[in-house]
């Protein structure tokens, strides 16, 4: 069996954030070295004290580092998708973390320690990564890819007509985040949306694993919560999107394009644009995603329903 990939994962743990950090644990295939928090979905607070839960109640063999999420006031937040305390109204006991350094702080020490191992899965703002970059500016180097959930080219948006949520929480970030150099996947929200979860999907899972027990309750009460506020029978997990990419990078199309954000505008502000132009003289600065296989989502989940269920 190959060397399983070095992940970093950076998360404001709402439905999908959890699942995506639950089945990364779970996966043979890669080693979650480092979970870091930030706010978005929830406060920052809440979004640290949610990795703990996470890890509570699935106790994986061998515990991630983990980050504290750095002190952050958004504008907006997911709480109307993933339920007041981001994990669908679910209420766990989890420990106060101790001795924990900064999210961005300790993805610093990590890269600096081991430089060009660890790919970073962005599954939230992009605000723990740029502040990472401003204490090191060598990061991109340091750093083997970072593959960003966030920005929207041609969908309808999710906050927003034509922004996205991870982009409107913290414009500036993902503008630094998107000229510093790393080697760059972005998925944007038109292959990431058809990433959801449906009732059938979600009973694959058995409860004979802490793990498994845990996602179901958290999907059961995610599909409650979908079903009352928005009338859809199905939850978004576009966070999955970055680990299926991770894992799955050969049979998705990229293509190198020029993106940027926009930061001021009233209306505007988090919105994305991606030139296209037949003559732009723009410099491509990150692999957008185009499409993903529509079984994709479907295989994966069959693939790692064992080792969930284990």
């Known amino acids: 069996m190959s060397t399983p990939e070095s992940l970093i994962l950076i998360s404001d743990p709402g439905v999908d954030g959890a699942f995506a950090i639950c089945l990364a644990l779970a996966d043979p295939r890669v080693e979650v070295a480092g979970i870091l928090a930030t706010a978005g979905n929830v406060s920052a607070q809440q979004a640290t004290r949610n990795v703990r839960i996470i890890l509570d109640q699935i106790d994986p063999p061998r515990l991630p580092r983990v980050g504290i999420a750095p002190p952050t006031d958004f504008d907006v937040d997911g709480r109307l998708l993933h339920g007041n305390n981001g994990l669908a109204g679910l209420t766990f006991h989890a420990a106060d973390p101790m001795h924990t350094q900064t999210s961005d702080r300790l993805l610093v020490e990590m890269a600096r320690l081991h430089p060009e191992r660890h790919t970073v899965l962005l599954m939230g703002p992009a605000t723990v990564l740029a502040a990472a970059l401003d204490r090191e500016p060598a990061l991109p180097k340091l750093l083997k890819q970072v593959i960003m959930v966030g920005g929207c080219w041609k969908s309808a948006g999710n906050c927003g007509p034509g922004v996205d949520f991870h982009f409107r929480c913290d414009p500036e970030s993902a ?66 999107g970055a680990l299926l990419a991770m894992l799955h990078g050969s049979e998705i199309t990229f293509a190198p394009m020029a993106v940027d954000v926009e930061t ?24 957008v995603a185009q499409r993903f296989p529509d079984d994709l989502m479907t295989r994966y989940l069959k693939f790692i329903t064992p080792f969930v269920d284990s």
């Open 264 to 287: 001021k505008g009233e209306i505007t502000r988090g919105m994305s644009v991606f030139d296209t132009r037949w003559a732009t003289d723009a410099h491509p600065n990150a692999l």
């Open 175 to 240: 503008r630094k985040v998107l000229w510093a150099g790393f080697n760059l996947k972005l998925l944007p929200l038109d292959v990431t949306t058809p990433l959801v979860i449906s009732p059938t999907d979600l009973g694959i899972f058995s409860c004979g694993s802490p793990t498994g027990e845990f996602l179901r309750q958290l999907g059961q009460s995610g599909l409650r919560l979908s079903a009352s506020q928005h009338g859809v029978e199905g939850f978004p997990m576009k966070d999955l």
